[in-house]
């Protein structure tokens, strides 16, 4: 390996031994004995034992302090047990990053993700470009680049296009880089709806600056609250861990026994998936959920309703068996069964029976007319139960028509969706009060210790050798945004006043800290599109066009913060310095955005009738488009008749006042019974589960449940060797490779190349009505 020096690779030498311990640390913050919080909790689960005098890598034989007094490995408890027993400490600070070969396929790879993801905006398929397909997608790639082409040994030349092998650290850049790319722009939504519904067509100058300013701004603001949304250990990211656990297999001690087993392992599992894939989506989709509720009584609406679910929108999926992990598992989303915490999948499942019950009590009594229209679904209704023509209220500028809102009356949702908006408001409330009883000591301390520099996790510790970005960095992001963003509302026709910017822009630094812990403790990702757009229906009442701009602003600038912290954390799991996480991201950001406004264009100007009309073909739709106009419209055209006092409901706002009081009976219940475990209590997944299942295929609960007990619960505390070792590897290799099989299947099988190749009907593959057999289809 060439000696490349680490331009990032901090001068000044750190004493490990001036900083205090992990014990001194915890004592710090204590909370007063009745008022523990859930990571005090995790603490004192250990035991007691002293914790990670030595490094051990999670291939190796279990270390003596992780025994219990039987001599077997104890149960892997909390957030330092998860992220030093199952993570890899080590590093090698000389490791090459910036090479030719890196930038080369990042910005490739980003190229690529950006057009088929801005493709597929524009396809019935919704297909996403998933970071595990990438991470093994760039690893084949560069090792194939190390092994083919000449070495540093052949000369300069040769030197500077492969200079070594192919290291994690360039793996895990390409992988950030491309990543960010995967997904359409929010601005892109926008856009889109200016040009196809409001005629307006924003230049590429403005377009790109929009871009700019609403994808970076939330890096900036990920940079100034890394100290507690990235640094502490109890800050996990738990959908990272099968990432961190295959980049260690790819790259570390490859040689060794152990590590050469858990790689057989993952490309069997990987391999095993990707075939039998091929089965429940393709050759026998009644595998996608058998209920024997179903084959026994096939003739009952309200069977259809609880027990059907192998279906899109057909029903709640109760007890149904699926064999497909394309739903069983994590779908390439932040909540899965093998990764996600067990107080996350507690709180989820409990949420989701919760959501039967509600569901079927309101159905039964006519909730919110439930009757009239279909058990699921997400489309507006007129009163009588047929689809509602929003365009028969709004003038030709889409401002609201109140004399014709008279004639046709306002539209209805079916009552499961407005559960699920009910559900989601809730949450938000729930979030803020969750994080502020739970978390406002640790983040408190997190603060101080980045202040003093005496933050204890043993990765952020490996980190100190290099250099940080400065605070002053990300402040320049920020600002330089908000400028962009004000240049731009007036220049790009956004109907949003400057004022109404600076509201979106506040409202987007109050909800980030809330939203990125507790995505960061749990996995689960708050909706706060809502909140946004509510507000800028107070803000800019009447005008659909200036919501969409104060809902980007409001919102993505959360997600894309997010998206920073996440791979901050992620370069701190694998050493990648911080100033090349950030510059690989800006990277990837502006080529992604740049490219996916190009497509976007030329897909508008080539398919405009397509993308407008409802059904479009088998191979254009803008049904995403019509779908993020349509709640810009309710919610900026509508919002006073539909959600103020009087209406049907009205009720929907209020849950976010509503939310706020949700986690204080576990707080009381807490002190009063400080063992039970309520304050590890996840309220916001619950709250947002009462409407989970309003939408999609709902036959993979039942497995999901099961595979999440059996993982997080029986493996992690029976079985923690096993589960040190294989249980996040086989995590990526399950979604690896069935987002392997979606994509592949997704050209050659179901249109996305232009054809559709069917597969001939048989028991498991039936020509009419459900997969699962319920003959009865939804009224």
Not at 277 to 302: H, M, N, Q, Y
Not at 598 to 609: F, L, T
Request: charge should be neutral; aromatic fraction near 14%.
């Amino acid at each position: 390996m060439v000696n490349v020096r680490n331009p990032f690779k901090r001068q000044t030498s750190v004493d490990a031994t001036t900083m205090p311990t992990l014990e001194q640390r915890l004592s710090d913050e204590r909370e007063p004995e009745d008022v523990k919080s859930p990571l005090d909790e995790k603490d004192e689960a250990l035991g007691g034992v002293e914790q990670h005098h030595e490094i051990h890598n999670p291939w190796d034989h279990v270390a003596a302090e992780d025994l219990d007094e039987n001599g077997k490995e104890r149960a892997i408890e909390g957030a330092e047990d998860l992220t030093t027993r199952c993570i890899s400490l080590e590093d090698d600070p000389e490791m090459p990053i910036y090479t030719f070969r890196m930038f080369f396929l990042g910005i490739g790879l980003t190229a690529f993700a950006a057009v088929l993801g801005q493709i597929f905006y524009f396809r019935p398929q919704t297909v996403y470009v998933s970071a595990l397909f990438l991470q093994v997608i760039s690893f084949i790639i560069g090792r194939a680049w190390g092994a083919v082409m000449p070495n540093a040994r052949r000369g300069k030349i040769w030197a500077f296009l492969n200079p070594c092998v192919f290291t994690l650290k360039e793996h895990v850049a390409i992988n950030i880089m491309c990543s960010t790319a995967t997904a359409s722009a929010s601005a892109i939504s926008v856009f889109a709806a200016d040009e196809l519904y409001y005629n307006i067509e924003p230049n590429y100058g403005v377009a790109i600056f929009t871009l700019m300013a609403s994808q970076l701004f939330g890096y900036g603001l990920a940079g100034l609250t890394r100290a507690f949304c990235v640094f502490p250990t109890w800050i996990v990211y738990p959908n990272l861990l099968p990432q961190v656990q295959l980049f260690d297999a790819l790259h570390r001690e490859k040689d060794a026994s152990a590590q050469k087993k858990r790689l057989k392992l993952f490309w069997i599992v990987f391999i095993s998936i990707f075939c039998w894939e091929f089965v429940p989506e393709f050759i026998a989709p009644t595998l996608t959920g058998i209920s024997i509720f179903c084959l026994a009584k096939r003739d009952s609406p309200w069977f259809t309703r609880i027990f059907g679910g192998a279906n899109g929108n057909e029903g709640l999926g109760l007890f149904s068996i699926c064999l497909d992990w394309n739903y069983v598992g994590s779908g390439g989303g932040a909540l899965g069964a093998l990764f996600s915490p067990i107080t996350t999948q507690i709180s989820q499942y409990s949420g989701i029976l919760l959501c039967i019950l509600i569901f079927c009590a309101g159905y039964a009594g006519n909730l919110w007319n439930a009757k009239s229209f279909p058990f699921l679904s997400q489309q507006l209704f007129f009163l009588n139960g047929s689809v509602y023509d929003q365009t028969l209220i709004l003038n030709p500028d889409f401002s609201l028509n109140k004399t014709a809102l008279e004639v046709y009356g306002l539209p209805w949702y079916s009552m499961t969706n407005a559960m699920y908006y009910l559900g989601c408001n809730l949450a938000i409330g729930a979030t803020f009060t969750h994080i502020g009883l739970w978390y406002w000591r640790p983040i408190v301390n997190a603060v101080k210790s980045f202040k003093s520099r005496s933050e204890t996790d043993p990765h952020y510790q490996k980190m100190l050798v290099y250099r940080e970005v400065p605070m002053w960095v990300y402040g320049g992001i920020m600002l330089s945004s908000f400028a962009m963003a004000m240049a731009t509302i007036y220049t790009g026709h956004a109907e949003l006043p400057w004022w109404a910017l600076i509201v979106a822009i506040v409202l987007a630094i109050f909800l980030f800290p809330f939203v990125c812990i507790i995505n960061a403790i749990t996995g689960f990702s708050t909706e706060v599109q809502q909140l946004a757009q509510m507000l800028g229906a107070v803000v800019v009442p009447g005008n659909p066009q200036a919501n969409m701009y104060f809902t980007l602003y409001g919102v993505n600038a959360c997600g894309q913060g997010i998206a920073l912290a996440r791979d901050l954390k992620l370069g701190q799991y694998t050493k990648l310095p911080p100033i090349a996480t950030l510059i690989v991201q800006v990277i990837g950001t502006v080529v992604g955005a740049i490219l996916q406004l190009i497509i976007m264009k030329d897909v508008i100007n080539a398919q405009r009738p397509l993308l407008l009309s409802t059904q479009g073909s088998n191979i254009w739709s803008g049904q995403q488009v019509q779908s993020f106009n349509s709640q810009a419209v309710s919610w900026g055209a509508l919002a006073k008749e539909f959600y103020g006092h009087g209406s049907p409901y009205a009720i929907i706002p209020y849950c976010i006042l509503i939310g706020l009081a949700v986690p204080l009976p576990f707080y009381v219940l807490h002190r009063f019974f400080p063992r039970a475990g309520f304050n590890t209590y996840v309220t916001p997944v619950t709250c947002w589960c009462l409407g989970n299942l309003s939408v999609g295929i709902n036959s993979s609960i039942f497995m999901t449940v099961c595979l999440g007990f059996f993982s997080q619960f029986y493996l992690r505390k029976y079985k923690a060797t096993w589960f040190r070792k294989y249980n996040y590897l086989c995590s990526a290799a399950l979604d690896g490779g069935t987002q392997l099989f979606v994509f592949v299947a997704t050209f050659a099988l179901f249109g996305a190349g232009g054809s559709t190749v069917s597969m001939p009907n048989w028991a498991l593959n039936p020509a009419t009505g459900n997969y699962d057999y319920w003959s009865l289809r939804q009224k």
